[in-house]
């Protein structure tokens, strides 16, 4: 199992005029310490769960591509994109580049969106429910499209491309690894099993009736279950690493292979250092 790093919080200590170096250095030790993966959201306003929507946030794509410069091992991925906050055809180009500028590593983590009161506030396309799952399966579909051999055109009921052509390809083949948040059993679970290269649900009771839910998914379209990754997000305590590495055996034992968790105090940088040699290598063994 491996365990990846997702950074939800930008109010560190320094403030904005530090932000840059700070996430260098989280994301430098993370990379030092083993972790797999380091993601951002794809919020424009800070999310309620994690502090008022007055504190620091930044927008994903340009910060990961100042962490792709910043490292050399890791995935980079929006945990997840929001799929009405770009056209497809700029958030797949937009990918691609930052797959090619980091040698290999991104994904597109994506899913169909839910922060109405951000979009809202700042005028950005959201339509209702249904649309944006529409429009998620579509952009899948021109995602596949664009990094395919195809550059022909692309008609569907949102969104129509007169050319899909994207060169540079990305480095990543067959193509960046697709990931779809989220765990609504009838629309979200489907175009995972249709689509997506991994799976991410939240930890807790109702992990394993959701992985059966997918794995019905993936026999009605006729897709090898054991093909899409699963990944949990879960909160794992650094502060005490013997109940993380439990928890972390109880996702094993259902076949996660993915955890990507927020660690508490991240800016300190001494957590990672627990995460790395108290937590991954367990998880390595599990």
Known sequence: MEIGLH?????YPAGPTGLADDLSRIAVAAEEQGFSRVSVMDHLWQIRPVGPVETDMLEAYTVLGYL?????????????TAVTYRDPGLLVKAVTTLDVLSKGRAMLGIGAA??????????????????????????LRIARQMWSDDDGPFEGAHYRLGATLNTPQPLRRPYPPILIGGGGERKTLRLVAQYADACNLFG???????LDVLRTRCEEVGRDYDEIEKTVMARLDPADPKAAVEELRGYAALGVQHVHTVVPDVAAIEPLR???????PAAAEL
């Open 7 to 11: 950074i939800a919080d930008f109010t």
């Open 68 to 80: 792709a410069a910043r490292t050399e091992k890791v995935d980079l991925l929006a945990w997840v």
């Open 114 to 139: 839910w922060n109405d009161e951000e979009a809202t506030g700042l005028g950005l396309f959201f339509p209702p429910t249904a649309e944006r799952f529409e429009r998620l399966e579509e952009t």
């Open 204 to 210: 807790g009771p109702e992990l394993e009736r959701k």
């Open 274 to 280: 627990v995460f790395g040699s108290e937590i991954i």
